[in-house]
């Protein structure tokens, strides 16, 4: 089955780092991403893993994937109210476009 | 400059109505894609083009049609609506590289009353 799932809410401190998680049930998927929306916006690529990879550091932006538990996460440094938004990771359909996404995360940044 | 666009940015219409949504994207990008987001923030893809060719049709009714005039464009024409299609579309584009990142529109939040 194609189900990517995340906790639905998470709330942090700026300045504090926060986590997101996801679990996908593909194990083919070539690539993992974590997408960002603000409200009343669209989708924005954050960053990107390649699945023969374990971690990914972008900047603030720290992505570990555990291909054995299908476990995904996104740890986001000094968080900033900017930061507040829905996340949302996704898992790539082998040899295809198509992207299943995750049921999102949204993440609010309190001063 | 906007890369994915959409018109119009809302949609308020009745019950057994047809409507079109528009969407261009001017990346030059090969792949465009709808998808449908619900009021839970749930993202399903509903179709995708190559070059004017579906390639991805999900199930969706047959109330849904794409239709793709050139690769820049592919627009979502929806036929007898009802209040289940209520829901904010987006499009999307890409090209072909080894990670795919998709370009979303701003959406079009379509309400059916």
């Known amino acids: 089955g194609e189900d990517v799932e995340q906790s639905l809410f998470l709330s942090v401190r700026e300045g504090d780092s926060s986590v997101i998680n996801c679990t996908y049930t593909?194990?083919?998927?070539?690539?993992l991403y974590w997408y960002k929306q603000e409200p009343g916006a669209g989708l924005q690529l954050l960053t990107y893993?390649?699945?023969?990879?374990d971690m990914k550091q972008d900047q603030r932006l720290t992505v570990l994937l555990n291909k054995k538990d299908k476990h995904l996460s996104l740890r986001i440094a000094d968080t900033q109210t900017g930061d507040s938004a829905i996340y949302f990771c996704?898992?790539?359909?082998?040899?295809?476009?198509?992207?299943?996404f995750g049921t999102g995360t949204r993440l609010q940044v309190f001063p | 400059d906007t890369a994915v666009s959409q018109t119009p940015k809302y949609l308020v219409t009745q019950m057994g109505n047809d409507k079109s949504i528009k969407c261009e994207q001017n990346?030059?990008?090969?792949?465009m894609y709808w998808y449908k987001q619900d009021s839970k923030k749930f993202l399903k893809i509903m179709f995708s083009?190559?070059?004017?060719?579906?390639?991805i049709n999900e199930t969706v009714p047959n109330r849904f049609s794409p239709k793709s005039p050139d690769k820049a464009h592919l627009n979502l024409h929806i036929n007898s609506l009802e209040l289940g299609d209520s829901a904010v579309y987006f499009c999307?584009?890409?090209?072909?590289?080894?990670?795919?990142?998709?370009?979303f529109g701003p959406g079009t939040r379509l309400t059916v009353l």
């Open positions: 893993i390649f699945s023969n990879m």
């Open positions: 999307a584009s890409s090209q072909e590289t080894s990670y795919n990142e998709q370009f």
């Open positions: 593909d194990s083919s998927s070539t690539y």
């Open positions: 083009y190559n070059n004017k060719e579906l390639i």
């Open positions: 996704a898992e790539s359909v082998y040899n295809t476009d198509k992207l299943i």
């Open positions: 990346l030059g990008h090969d792949t």
